[in-house]
């Protein structure tokens, strides 16, 4: 095994299809491998689940051969034909992977590629604890596993715990063992028969099997139970079939001459578990606002317009539902109150699983334009969104505008959105003049809209801003500002004579519009609008598409004369701001990284990550209201005096992702240019859970002076800039 363990590590080098995880437990080291799909067949040892000790290089965790389902990597009934029986069919059980070994007279319990405690409990935890709480004998259970040089491998299945597809009542839930297998390169798994007897002596859920002599018979029984999903009353995922296949001579010479080697194959059931997955996710959708999906079946349409119901009827039914608690229960409760069925077991899955096309909408979906409607355009400075507003109100007096630079308070926001509000008590259709260019303004607007008025409509008023020349719109932005002079609350050639600056940041740092990302999932409607247009071609497109009346080109020119002479009551006085800290904003995205480097503990990723993932990502070089970080912010604001405008690129060394129960962070080992930093440990804050960024400082000076948190060992290298954070 040394040999391999080196090569492996060679291939881990060389590519991204190994990945090894050092682990240390009760004083020993030990390597987790996980491998590609793709790399399998190339591989010394084919192992899916393997652990080894770092210094010995014995193997001590040993998982099944890789092996595929009907229909992947080539595998056909026809190919299956050259296998050998006995074919012996076990019932797939719903859960997740757990392998018990023994380590220094002690029972080692691993998940598939992980071990030891995560943020959250993690799988192999869960499962030491279920195995304890289970086994009738575990000085035996050690005995037997040592002796014989064993992986036992268990499905965990627990709804309390995680839930699957299928459904455990609880008197169901627990350990089923479905597998012995050699700690041994070569793939070597005890029978069925032998693995039933284990269970039942230990205390253990076994799986049920079946034996057949031909293939053929396999494939009928196999066919007949996809009919409805399940086998003698109870929903099954699938089956694994373990039998044999001939070896060559080469390989007989190689594996002590004999003539056939172990062979597993899967057959998974397509239905109705695909669908249940859509709902589940469709489900996740709708709590999150966003209303159009791409369906499979057609009975997830109906399912959506009952989740859209009930999340108002009841929205208790989804508490929980977003971290995967509550599922089964709630797709059995639409079952019953829509089809009438306390369970799908029996029912012919091809009626249940009918086939849809296209997107679909709820057909119970809000979003009428004959009831309020909020127009929010998505713009930039110069744009001419408060000219249209008020030439649109100046022509209906059912519109109504309420403009963010009329509102003096420092954190405008709540007010501009409760503004809106009150119009909308005598006004049908509301103008919510801003620029509106980020994710979170048309969110926030969306979600205060949404809560008053479910059955209104929101309609983006979208300039093509994103489909231009960034530099021909700053230019066409900045005449019209130059125009306009100094009739305007902020934004003026006096008031801001650096202007096309100003412009050029809302035209480069900005969301463009996007229906299927969450943020703008609450739009209803979208109304395209070229910033090149008039106002009198923008007001006609905007009137038909609401299907308002149409007005006169003679009452149009009126009401766009009467906003043109409008003039502002209220000015504001413009500070120039001064940088609250310096940094290193980072410009590609860490989320994707992060979901790789932490794959096989997703619950850490889950509950670690996406509670941060909105914050974005940055690494602080000095922060001006530390003492000690003057000095160097004086120097920045020396070497930088147009801090707003400045901008230079950066690449970043990562090293490790290092964390405790407060904290995550990438330890960044070096950047080129060199940038001087006021922390001692470089770094990028991924996650905050019971604590601050800042105490990812001194997360970093525990780790690496101390030896206290966890690290993932990483070598990444990411592109940044410098950046000036205001107050």
Known sequence: MQKIAEQLKQISIQTKDVRIKHFEYKQTKILSFKFTDQIYP??????????????????????????????ENGLDWEKLQETVGPYKVTLKENGCIIYVSVLNNELLVTSKHSLGPARNLSHSEYGQQMLEKTVKDIHGLVEYLSANNLTAVFELADDDFEEHVLEYPPEKRGLYCHGLNRNTIRFESLDIKIVKEFADRFGFFSVDYLEFSDISKVKEFADECAKTGSFEGKAIEGFVVRCFQRQSLEQQMENLMKETSPFFFKIKFDQPYLMFREWREVTKSLLQGQHRSKVKFELSKTY????????????????????????????????????????????????????????YELSVKSGSIKDKVLLIPIAVIGAGKTTLARTLVNLYDEIGHIQNDNIIQKKSAPVFEQNIMNEFMTKRIVFADRNNHLFQHRLGLCKKFKMEYPDGAVVALNYNIDSMDKKQVIEISSKRVQERGENHQCITPTKTPDFPRIISGFVHKRDPLDLTNPNDALIDRVIELNINNSVNENVLLISKELELNQCSVDDIESALSKALNQVETVSKVVKKKIPRYYGIEIDVPLLPILEEILADDYSLYESFIQQYKEKGWHSTIALRTVPDHHQLIKEYDLKYQDFESFERMVEIKLDRLVWNDKVMAFSIVSTYPVIQSANKHMHITCAVMNGKAMDSNGMLKEYFEEG??????VDLTIKGHIKAYLY
Not at 317 to 332: A, C, D, L, S
Not at 334 to 340: A, D, H
């Open 304 to 359: 959506m317009d009952w989740v859209y119901k009930t999340m108002r009827s009841q929205p208790q039914v989804f508490q929980g539902f977003m971290e995967n608690k509550g599922i089964i229960k709630t797709r059995n409760l639409f079952l019953k109150e829509v089809k009438g069925l306390d369970s799908f077991v029996g029912i012919t899955v091809s009626d249940l699983c009918q086939e849809a096309s296209g997107d």
């Open 708 to 713: 206290k948190g966890k690290a993932i060992p």
């Open 42 to 71: 190339s591989l010394p040892i084919k192992a899916r689940g393997l652990f080894i000790n770092q210094d010995t290089k014995e193997i001590l965790i040993r998982g099944y051969d890789k092996f595929y389902n009907i229909g």
